[in-house]
């Protein structure tokens, strides 16, 4: 079983690293694709160059060694071994020159890797349907696209220019070896380093689990840390800052574990790869030691096939930190492509029919709309809005109000029915034709971390100060902005928090109105003002709406007295529709809920 998951493994790293690798050599980018041609020539001549060195480490020995024993004149006795080691400093500086030249040559690729993978992932994530963002946690996908973007540097730095270029460098070696003196010497050699790569990668493999486990606590107590200081009223509300400490500490706790036998397991892998190279070096130098006392060899080969190993040991040094760092980048680059592969919900058809009205009718046609099979939410909804009309929907919590919204922006598709626009089907049509069409404000404003005015102005981004001016006095909001010490460049903070309800419902207004729709949704959208401003609003809504296809979602019913037509919805079908006045003297649902709201004033 354990095999098979190996097996496994093996087959999606390989699976991951073929999806990488467009980004890597991508199509018609030739300065990019002739940089990595660069930069393998580059390694290759490092790596050239780093084999050779040795040699001239040797020669420089010899030469010395020689010129003491001969007794020569002092100049010759220097003239020689400067030589060797001139050239020896060359040659290093050389290589790493070679080297650095390379790393720079290949920036720009990965970086544009990177860059490429992380933006297609969150324009796909954004073609994905709202089911699948409500199923997801938002901090969850930003890390792991976060994670998957650093997988591609640490896979880069690592496997493409450290790992494999290290057995490169192991194959020349061992040709070196083996035409200088004999085959014995390189089977030890490639021993020590065959069993230094297979104890590495074995007691890395039983690591990462330990790994793995501290990341999972370290996401865990991050998650609950930020959730916590997100919700800080909720927590003051019911005095249990204890409580939340303790979670956070759980987590930390776990972590610490889990750190403490990663630390023990480090030693343990340590121990173990500095007994198989003392074993091989100690090896080669009584192999070598003999050579030189039987006169086959002398100091500089002595030197020599121990300098090989360790220079060979150095790079692979760090092999059981750059493995498993590398097979953790490509669960976290797994995780990023599995995003990118998720398949959209909601997708445009070939040929969409173009749609740029400034004005439409809507209309539901037989609507059925379930969330999940086991739970309808609308039964055979079928109403029209004509053109210039203002229709407002109202009902009980549950009934179904803001899933009529959520079907006309297209987040779900109907189950059964069809939704038109000027008698075209909503599904027939670019999703961004749709919604350029459509201006919503819903009951719940969330703004960016932005100024006041960029959250106005992300209604019409090219917009002039003068009409994100204008659009904030309809919203009854001019006024407020000119009071802050900031004026329109007064940060709202995360999600708004810094302004009121009322606040960022206006500011909502004003961005809705500002993009100028051919239709206007209004889904509870004066329900977080006071009776003040919320007559203020009701009256700039009429202005500007007036000649636009409204729909208006309520259940507040004062907002909706003016409308052409009420809708009651009751657990997801239409029990009444009438006027306002008509509702009333029907006496029905409309009329109890009517008659419950005055009562409600009355207490207030």
């Not at 001139?86 to 040659?91: E, I, L, M, T, V």
């Not at 706790?253 to 480090?266: I, M, Q």
């Not at 500095?274 to 070096?281: E, K, Q, R």
């Not at 404003?445 to 106005?456: D, G, H, M, P, R």
């Amino acid at each position: 079983m354990k095999n098979a998951h190996n097996s496994l493994d093996k087959k999606t790293d390989l699976k991951i690293l073929r999806l990488l690798l467009p980004y890597l050599w991508p199509k018609g980018k030739k300065e990019l694709k002739l940089r990595l041609s660069i930069a393998f020539f580059l390694l290759m001549l490092s790596k050239t160059i780093n084999v050779y060195m040795p040699i001239l480490y040797k020669k420089a020995i010899d030469a010395l060694g020689l010129n003491i024993e001969i007794g020569t004149e002092i100049v010759t006795w220097i003239s020689l071994p400067v030589l060797f080691i001139f050239s020896y400093g060359a040659a290093r500086f050389g290589a790493q020159f070679f080297n650095e030249l390379k790393d720079i040559i290949t920036a720009k690729v990965e970086h544009h890797a990177m860059r490429t993978v992380a933006l297609d992932t969150f324009r796909h994530l954004h073609k994905l349907s709202l089911r699948f963002h409500l199923d997801r946690k938002m901090g969850g996908l930003t890390r792991i696209i976060e994670r998957g973007v650093k997988g591609i540097e640490t896979v880069m730095r690592f496997s493409v220019f450290s790992i494999i270029p290290g057995f490169v460098e192991m194959i020349f070696v061992s040709v070196v070896l083996w035409y200088l003196y004999d085959v014995r010497y390189v089977v030890v050699t490639l021993l020590t380093l065959i069993g230094y790569v297979i104890v590495t990668l074995r007691l890395t493999e039983w690591r990462i689990a330990f790994v793995k486990e501290m990341f999972a606590s370290e996401n865990d107590s991050n998650s609950k840390a930020i959730d916590s200081l997100l919700n800080y009223e909720t927590v003051k509300y019911f005095s249990n800052e204890d409580h939340e400490a303790e979670r956070y500490h759980e987590g930390l706790k776990t972590y610490a574990d889990a750190a403490v036998k990663g630390k023990k397991s480090l030693a343990i892998l340590n121990l173990s790869q500095g007994f198989i190279i003392s074993t091989g070096l100690v090896t080669l130098m009584i192999m070598a030691g003999f050579e030189v006392q039987a006169g086959h060899m002398n100091i500089g080969d002595f030197v020599l096939v121990n300098t090989y190993l360790i220079q060979l040991y150095l790079p692979l040094n760090i092999l059981g930190f750059a493995y498993r760092e590398i097979k953790l980048a490509l669960a976290s680059m797994a995780e990023m492509f599995d995003l990118l592969t998720q398949p959209a919900e909601i997708i445009d058809p070939e040929v969409p029919v173009s749609f740029t009205a400034r004005n439409a009718c809507v209309s539901f046609k037989d609507v059925f709309f379930q969330y999940n099979p086991d739970r309808s939410i609308l039964k055979g909804i079928s109403f029209d809005v004509p053109v210039g009309k203002t229709c407002a929907i109202v009902g009980s919590s549950g009934a179904g109000k803001s899933t009529i919204s959520r079907l006309l922006f297209r987040f779900y598709d109907v189950t059964d029915g069809s939704i038109l626009l000027d008698k075209i089907d909503i599904r027939d049509m670019s999703q961004k034709d749709l919604r350029h069409a459509i201006g919503m404000v819903p009951q719940d404003t969330v703004l960016f971390n932005e100024s006041i005015f960029y959250n106005i102005a992300y209604g019409a981004p090219n917009a002039t100060k003068d009409d994100v001016i204008k659009a904030a006095k309809l919203a009854k909001i001019h006024e407020f902005i000119q009071f802050l010490p900031e004026g329109y460049e007064t940060a709202v903070g995360e999600r708004g928090l810094k302004l009121s309800g009322g606040e960022k419902q206006r500011v909502a207004i004003a961005r809705t109105l500002l993009k100028k729709p051919a239709i206007f949704i209004f889904d509870e959208a004066t329900s977080a003002l006071d009776t003040h401003t919320e007559k203020e609003i009701q009256k700039s809504i009429r202005d500007v709406s007036k000649g636009h296809t409204t729909l208006i979602i309520a259940h507040r019913l004062s907002t909706v007295v003016e409308a052409d037509q009420i809708i009651v919805l009751d657990q997801g079908e239409i029990v009444e529709r009438g006027t306002h006045k008509k509702l009333l003297l029907q006496k029905g649902i409309y009329a109890v809920m009517w008659q419950k709201q005055l009562e409600g004033r009355g207490e207030n």
